[in-house]
């Protein structure tokens, strides 16, 4: 899953039992799965298909999945649709995911054009800056602010001289600014970016991207890094891509390349696109209609789960006492085809399931 940690317990703690539990499940799964609901079901140990379902439609709601249709476009002129389910451990906003998939558009897709599950690239966290850090930072913020006042009065004073227009910063350049905004932890200086063009450039000639480049900048990063240009000088020189092969590129057994021409989102419970429907939060609105058609929202989801759990501690005491009466005294579970308390727990079980898909529990039958 990209650079996210290894899974823990709490990462899901805020969707309810049985969404938490096909969370982890799918966290589990490997690269290229297929995520029909009818194929996680038969691998499921305890669901079934209709829990499948509404569970991968809660968990797209929520911000851990997304169906995207992407049209690749090979070297040879064909063309296909790949629909791929995204997954990211961390919850994400509907703009996120517009994003990403917007940053789809144009990805060469070479080596990895296939259907099924994918994972989420995730940045490594900021650090928290210490009280020393921020005064110091307010300190270059305010000698900043001085300096930019000078500049403003020397521009003044030039205005009445004509100058020539600078040139358009390259793209090598242009990636190598860009990483104070995406990484507070690299603000290279003008100075830095225009010594390190040549290496960035370079990497561009060899078939990597913008992003590219990002990436490998600012993936794995120490806490704090005293020397930002130095840092990324090393890294430009120590992973340099290798050069293309033009013979290798052009000979008969090497894959055809591969892209992303066009990028829509996909309804996570039946084949619409944007193309057709309106997809709201993950989901389309005819499927938006048929969940509140139900009857059984999250909030009821959950007050079923705690009238059940209720039932299962607080009155199986007298369900066993009721028994007890019906038999005309205590009997021992070693004479009840099923002991009392498995009977119970069996129940409890049961009216679990039958509520988390939408069922109505069922009576106890002493």
């Not at 090598?172 to 200086?189: D, G």
């Amino acid at each position: 899953m990209g650079d996210e940690p290894p899974h823990v317990d709490a990462d899901f703690a805020h969707l309810c039992p049985r969404d938490a539990e096909f969370a982890v499940f799918i966290d589990h799964l490997d690269d290229g799965h297929a995520m029909g609901h009818k194929v996680i079901a038969a691998e499921h140990p305890r669901y079934g298909q209709q829990a499948s379902r509404t569970s991968l439609r809660s968990l797209t709601e929520v911000g851990h999945l997304r169906w995207i249709k992407e049209h690749i476009t090979v070297e040879d002129n064909s063309m296909r649709w790949v629909t791929r389910t995204y997954w990211s451990r961390t919850p994400r906003s509907v703009e996120w995911w517009t994003e990403f998939a917007r940053e789809r558009h144009g990805r060469d897709v070479t080596q990895n054009h296939q259907p099924g599950l994918a994972r989420t690239e995730t940045p490594a966290p900021a650090p928290q800056p210490s009280p020393e850090a921020e005064a110091a930072e307010a300190a270059e913020a305010a000698e900043r602010a001085g300096q930019a006042q000078q500049a403003e009065a020397a521009e003044q004073v030039r205005q009445a001289q004509p100058v020539d227009a600078a040139p358009e910063p390259s793209a090598a350049y242009r990636a190598l600014a860009r990483l104070r905004v995406v990484e507070p932890r690299m603000p290279l200086s003008e100075a830095d970016c225009r010594a390190l063009e040549p290496l960035a450039a370079e990497w561009l000639s060899r078939g990597v991207t913008p992003a590219e480049l990002t990436r490998a900048l600012t993936d794995g990063l120490p806490p704090a890094v005293a020397n930002p240009g130095g840092f990324a000088r090393k890294r430009l020189e120590n992973k340099m891509p290798p050069q293309k092969n033009d013979t290798a590129e052009t000979g008969p057994g090497r894959p055809l390349r591969a892209k992303v021409t066009r990028v829509i989102m996909a309804c996570a419970t039946c084949d619409a696109d944007e193309r057709t429907a309106k997809i709201i939060r993950g989901v389309c609105e005819d499927c938006h209609a048929e969940e509140a058609e139900l009857g059984m929202t999250p909030e009821d989801v959950k007050k079923g789960f705690e009238e059940i759990a209720h039932m299962g501690t607080a009155t199986a005491r007298l369900l066993k006492l009721k028994l007890e009466r019906r038999t005309g005294g205590p009997v021992p579970d070693t004479f009840r085809p099923v002991p009392i308390d498995d009977r119970v727990y069996y129940h409890y079980r049961d009216n679990r399931d039958r509520i988390a898909n939408g069922l109505p529990p069922r009576r106890w039958k002493p």
